[in-house]
């Protein structure tokens, strides 16, 4: 297998390539003055299995083009099998006809990535499981909770409980996950809509946190505020130091501001966006799962 | 058939609707704060024959993206045809493999439209012709040079020369319907690339412009170049006044203002893509061609 970077996701590709131990297949991009992208594969692909790496974050179109372009490009110089990994997967979360006449977009990027000649397509701890449904190709979620957990003992942090901000599903079994990578324990916060205001409140759970280190593990930051929530009750509880650890710091305005006024000690988010907090990388991630020793 | 329109171009579809008196079909959409594209049909649209509008402008790719989003909704919908008018086609340059390895994106996209789900499809001087040869469905150039030119006769421009800037065969046949539609002549002028420098100058060709006013007619203006070094020669040979007419205003930075320096009285550009010189409707060219008299 070959990897293939896309724009989005050049440093990422670089260690996925090192983890593979596979040198990175060479190829040109760039954008017109008009703004129209420009790719070129300077390799021969036919019959190579390739590894196309393309994260989708914003400007999420942007680079959704670039993926159809290159997988169909592939595809037509008759690569053999063109996996793609997106670690985060863009419009996960219009996964169905909520209101009537609704685009289902989760689906039709599905159907688009589908048609353009994806073969296989893994993502990492995406918003909405089902949204995998849509694909006929396989397709797999990953998770980087584990990655994250090493990361924060790496820095010091002493036998943390690992706090999911909400109890869904997926929040929960992440967190079992982020738990067992280092020997510690876990447990959750629920979410509650308020009746009156229609406002979402995290509910003040008692937590075994009195005097200990605590990791909020969540799948993404937007504005921030359930973490900061979270944060400030696991403080009031008596929580020694408070770390945020997420798998896409999508990070809107102010978010970092907010976190930090809620006494975190330090936010982490992975390549899967790359900014100012992702200083963790999914390579190990992808390539354990292509290359099982 | 019912007229849709797509967030790049809502004033043009109301256009349309008047055109071809028939009201705009009711939809919703709107970016959430994270960028993603949200759409939504607000009438049924089973069985219905609908009118797409949608230019393809910078940013291309959110408009591209936006396109499939309508167009695969009304599919899942179950509309029966879906017409898709887009005067402006984006990546109409790269229509082959010039180079070994590189994407040929008009190809893409149009199998990328095509698999939406369009019927049929329109645009409005295309950049090359040979695009529309990989839509399978049927798929329709039109010109807006005879608009152009009514548009510069209402504004007293009289018995004017058109003149293409280059001598290519669509340049001289968007002359030539320009000319006929005002009962006018024109001319060409020949471009050259310089043996030496590898720079592209345009030929000084005498013509039939001594003491007349001048229309350049172009399907694209990205730095104002070409029409520039055009009507420096036309006034220098004698030209009264000197106007431009082109389809698609995409003016990089300073263009207009290029063309003004050259002695340029009025530049003009359709509804393909919106801007600050875009003062003609395309509505009437497509409405004609939907419903004949």
Redesign the interface.
């Known amino acids: 297998m070959r990897v293939l970077s896309g724009p989005s996701s050049v440093k990422l590709a670089e260690n996925i390539s090192l983890e593979l131990k596979t040198p990175l297949i060479k190829?040109q991009f760039k954008r017109f003055?008009?703004?129209?992208?420009?790719?070129?594969?300077?390799?021969d692909v036919k019959n190579e299995d390739i590894l196309v790496v393309q994260s989708l974050p914003?400007?999420?179109?942007?680079h959704?083009?670039?993926l159809?372009?290159?997988v169909?490009?592939c595809r037509?110089?008759e690569a053999r099998k063109i996996t793609v990994y997106t670690p985060y997967l863009?419009?996960s979360?219009?996964d169905r006809r909520y209101?009537?006449?609704?685009?289902?977009?989760s689906r039709?990027l599905a159907?688009?990535l589908q048609?353009?000649g994806v073969s296989e397509l893994y993502t990492v701890d995406i918003h909405n499981l089902g949204v995998l449904s849509y694909y006929r190709i396989p397709a797999y979620n990953l998770t980087a909770a584990d990655e994250i957990m090493r990361y924060f003992l790496s820095k010091g942090v002493e036998k943390p409980l690992v706090v999911a901000p909400d109890d869904e599903e997926a929040a929960l079994k992440r967190a079992e996950v982020a738990a067992k990578a280092v020997g510690t324990d876990y447990d959750w916060f629920e979410k509650k809509r308020d009746r009156y205001t229609g406002e979402i409140v995290t509910a003040e759970k008692t937590l075994n946190v009195s005097g200990r280190d605590a990791v909020i593990i969540d799948d993404i930051i937007?504005t921030g505020g359930t973490a900061a929530n979270a944060a400030r009750i696991l403080k009031k509880q008596g929580a020694r130091r408070v770390y945020v650890g997420v798998t896409h710091a999508?990070l809107?305005e102010n978010a970092l501001e907010r976190l930090r006024e809620a006494g975190i000690e330090e936010v982490v988010g992975t390549d899967s966006i790359p900014g100012p907090v992702s200083n963790i990388t999914t390579a190990p991630i992808i390539a354990r799962k292509l290359k099982p020793i």
């Open positions: 190829a003055p008009d703004g129209e992208f420009y790719f070129r594969l300077l390799e914003p400007p999420q179109d942007q959704i083009l670039e159809i372009y290159i169909e490009t037509e110089l863009a419009y979360r219009q209101l009537s006449g609704e685009a289902v977009s039709i159907e688009t048609r353009a937007s999508l809107a």
